[in-house]
Nanobody
Framework: QVQLVESGGGLVQAGESLRLSCAAS????????MDWFRQAAGSAREWVAG????????YYANSVKGRFTISRDNAKNTVYLQMNRLIPEDTAVYSC????????????????WGKGALVTVSS
């Protein structure tokens, strides 16, 4: 089984930046597309960003496009989410996931979930 562990969450002010990391162990990291999801208190889970197995293609939700950047380092078995110009609406628990695809509009099968990292953005 694959284990995914997020890190890098915390409390920041609006306009500041934060980088999340997701470290994988116990499997072949480069075989999976990777996604970031978030869930705010009282809200449904939302897909945020995705990246294919090679890192050659990336995808973003409209709410974060232009502010967030997803990347991966297969040699380190790690995927990142760089979050710039954060706003209070970004406050949520962010989880990484290993999946069959990162392409929006295609039904996704998630094989493994991380436990999540809390990001809080104050105004």
């Amino acid at each position: 089984q694959v284990q995914l562990v997020e890190s890098g969450g915390g409390l920041v002010q609006a306009g500041e930046s934060l980088r999340l990391s997701c470290a994988a162990s116990g499997g072949t990291f480069s075989s999976y597309a990777m996604d970031w999801f978030r869930q705010a208190a009282g809200s449904a889970r939302e897909w945020v960003a995705g990246i294919d197995w090679s890192g050659g293609s990336t995808y973003y939700a409209n709410s974060v496009k232009g502010r967030f950047t997803i990347s991966r380092d297969n040699a380190k078995n790690t995927v990142y989410l760089q979050m710039n110009r954060l706003i209070p609406e970004d406050t949520a628990v962010y989880s990484c996931a290993a999946a069959n695809t990162a392409v929006p509009g295609i039904e996704q099968t998630v094989y493994y979930w991380g436990k999540g990292a809390l990001v809080t953005v104050s105004s």
